[in-house]
């Protein structure tokens, strides 16, 4: 596997979606032309680089990017990396809660830090 689809990969299992910032400076402008677009969650993905060095990418949750299409909103960054790597990410399967999961049980259960 790739370098670029491991680090996808990654982002998709902690429920975040990496952006470029073209597409943030899109979500600015959304927001900027309607203050009810208050719900998009803005997060950061920090993952080691080269020679170890711990690196951070900035992101938006999975659930903001799924609302964002729902609603005909994405742009075509974003609709892609759901339509590629959406199906990665699970919410917890024990309170539904949207931290990266922790744990996976033999019955292919999955549950966050605060479940297991």
């Known amino acids: 596997m790739g370098a670029v689809k491991a680090f996808y990969m990654d982002c998709a299992e902690a429920g975040r ?58 742009n075509d960054e974003i609709i892609a990396f759901v339509e590629c790597f959406g199906d990665c990410y699970r919410p917890c399967d024990g309170c539904g809660h949207a931290e990266p999961i922790a744990l996976t049980s033999r019955h292919g259960e999955r549950f966050c830090a605060n479940c297991q």
């Open 17 to 74: 979606v990496p952006l470029s910032t073209e597409s943030f400076d899109y979500l600015d402008d959304l927001e900027a032309a309607d203050p009810a677009l208050d719900w998009i969650g803005y997060c950061e993905h920090d993952y080691p680089a080269l020679g170890g060095l711990l690196v951070s990418h900035d992101c938006i949750t999975m659930e903001s990017a799924r609302r964002l299409i729902a609603e005909g909103l994405a």
